[in-house]
Nanobody
Framework: QVQLVESGGGSVQAGDSLTLSCAFSGRAFHYYRRGWFRQAPGKEREFVALINRNGASTYYTASVKGRFTISGDVAGNTMYLQMNMLKPEDTAVYYC?????????????WGQGTQVTVSS
């Protein structure tokens, strides 16, 4: 079983950048389709980005496309979310997640979340 631990959240100004990390332990991350989700206060959790198991394909929600980049470090067994040009509407708790299959409609493992706050 894999465990996921996020880090890197914080409070920034609009226009700033931030990089979130998700450390995988228990199994190498390339066994999993990997994703980032976020949940803003009073809203449902929403998809942000995902990368398939071999790292060849990435997908982003429209509101972050061109600003956020999902990537991974094989040696460190860590996934990243580089967030540029942050906006107040990006404020949320960010979660990383892993799915055992590239074809699964859901994610099987979740981190505990890290808070990102963007002020105007």
């Amino acid at each position: 079983q894999v465990q996921l631990v996020e880090s890197g959240g914080g409070s920034v100004q609009a226009g700033d950048s931030l990089t979130l990390s998700c450390a995988f332990s228990g199994r190498a991350f390339h066994y999993y389709r990997r994703g980032w989700f976020r949940q803003a206060p009073g809203k449902e959790r929403e998809f942000v980005a995902l990368i398939n198991r071999n790292g060849a394909s990435t997908y982003y929600t429209a509101s972050v496309k061109g600003r956020f980049t999902i990537s991974g470090d094989v040696a460190g067994n860590t996934m990243y979310l580089q967030m540029n040009m942050l906006k107040p509407e990006d404020t949320a708790v960010y979660y990383c997640a892993a799915a055992r299959s590239d074809y699964s409609s859901s994610f099987d493992y979740w981190g505990q979340g890290t808070q990102v706050t963007v002020s105007s």
